[in-house]
């Protein structure tokens, strides 16, 4: 099974993240030579492949701006979403329906309470990630600015 979650594809560049890795988008070329040192690798990007990547956002930072009552909103609803499912699903599905959202929320026979609590500490965490992500992204954007 692939982990690369494709972003954009060509005969010779893919795009992708790997699954579970917010920090880096990956970009494999192909039929390009590089130049690599110590600590530095200067790898040339055909413009065509640049103008087609450049127009797909790196990261979704949806939840950067949420606020801690919008992501109880939003668990308490998807767990109640799930507890509903995990109830109404067949004997034979219920360990797949409980295996759905299972790394955000846990069990979907836990504890309504206890679901909740591990999906706002979730979404939560998400969010610290991409405040920094934006951070990052704006004092990146600030010194391009300031050396122009």
């Not at 930072?61 to 998807?78: F, K, P, R, Y």
């Not at 109830?87 to 219920?94: G, I, N, S, T, V």
Request: proline share 3%; hydrophobic share 40%.
């Amino acid at each position: 099974m692939s982990t690369k979650a494709t972003i954009a594809y060509g005969k010779t560049f893919h795009f992708y993240h790997e699954v579970l890795d917010d920090n880096c988008v990956y970009l494999e070329l192909e039929q390009v030579e590089f130049e690599a040192s110590c600590n530095r690798v200067m790898v040339p990007i055909p413009v065509h492949i640049w103008e087609v990547i450049r127009q797909y956002p790196g990261i979704d930072l949806s939840w950067a701006d949420q606020s801690d009552a919008e992501i109880l909103d939003h668990v308490s609803q998807s767990v109640d979403d799930r507890i509903r499912d995990y109830a109404a699903a067949d004997p034979d599905k219920k360990g797949w329906v409980s295996l759905c959202g299972g790394l955000v929320f846990g069990q979907a026979d836990a504890p309504r309470e206890e679901q909740i609590q591990q999906g706002v500490a979730h979404y939560q965490r998400l969010r610290e990630h991409q405040q920094q992500v934006k951070a990052a992204i704006a004092e990146l954007q600030q010194a391009q600015r300031n050396s122009a």
